[in-house]
């Protein structure tokens, strides 16, 4: 593999431990059974589970990752699709990265052999085997921080789909989930990106599309913002339905934070102002410079 520059322009540990590491147990209070941390695919009469497991399944199916060897999952969160990889679609080993301690805890609570999760960054990760699909989902709006300005965000995102591509067997395929920016200009959005999601930058599918340029080809392109209207709504029911708990566990202040935080995001993706993307890319196994 080619050697490419360590560089990693996004969120610190630091900046996800404090948005993660509140505590196992009161994210489970809203994000339900699975502990999935981002939007779900729904259809009309789906429960939370039902709705999170087919979002996991899609991405599988996408990345082309049954029955695969070895599977790299980028921002793993709490393992709801290492475990599904494993367990349901037959995949030797499931490979997870994440800056959350308290994730990687969870994770390995599962004890289960054929997964293996990592506690550290995308650009610090240096696989001993190629991997024959890579899944991120809900990780890519920390890859990039608020000060820096678009041609310093490619740059970033570039690097992150070459060190993709550099893992990847040849002919391998990769299925991409992030919140962009929607029809709103970044600055408007900006105080709000950093009271919800410290050291972080949400991209634009434009920026995406030119970071990718002669290394993925993007194959599919889904826009499911009303999935997300439904499942931050869906979240901020579960935490009203279950306050007096969580309040009993972090706080009033933390409960209150977190209700105004799920609570403005279902505004904003209801508004527009965000978009859920859903991206399908194959490598391209001999790119041009």
């Known amino acids: 593999m080619n050697a490419v520059k360590n560089q990693n322009p996004g969120a610190s540990a630091e900046a996800i431990q404090y948005h993660y590491d509140i505590s196992n147990n009161f994210y489970r209070f809203w994000l339900g059974s699975t502990n999935a941390y981002s939007c779900a695919i729904w259809e009309e009469n789906d429960t939370l589970e039902s709705a999170q497991l087919r979002k996991i399944d899609f ?11 070895r599977v790299l999952d980028v921002g793993c969160g709490w393992g709801a699709t290492l475990k599904r990889l494993v367990e349901v679609h037959n995949v030797e ?10 994730q990687a805890e969870w994770i390995e609570s599962f004890r289960q052999p054929r997964i293996k999760v990592k506690l550290e960054s995308w650009s610090e990760h240096s696989p001993e085997e190629p991997y024959d699909a890579i899944i991120s989902v809900g990780a890519f709006e920390h890859f990039a921080k608020l000060n820096l300005n678009n041609a310093q965000k490619v740059e970033g995102y570039r690097t992150f789909f070459q060190r993709c591509h550099e893992w990847l067997k040849p002919g391998g395929w990769m299925s991409l989930q992030t919140m962009t920016y929607g029809n709103v200009r970044r600055e408007e959005l900006s105080q709000f990106i950093a009271d919800c999601l ?28 009303e999935d997300y209207v439904r499942t931050w709504k869906t979240w901020l029911s579960n935490l009203k339905a279950h306050r007096k708990a969580a309040v009993n566990l972090v706080g009033e202040e933390m409960v209150a934070r977190y209700e105004k935080f799920l609570s403005l995001f279902t505004i904003g993706f209801h508004a527009g102002n965000m978009d859920l993307l859903r991206i399908t890319m194959r490598r391209i196994d001999n790119p041009r410079n």
């Open 59 to 69: 991405h599988i199916n996408q990345a082309k990752a049954r029955g695969a060897l």
């Open 93 to 102: 080993q499931a490979v997870g990265l994440t800056l959350s301690k308290a």
């Open 198 to 225: 410290p050291d972080s930058d949400l991209p634009s599918f434009s920026e995406i599309a030119e970071a990718t340029e002669r290394i993925f080809e993007i194959v599919a392109l889904r826009n499911n913002r």
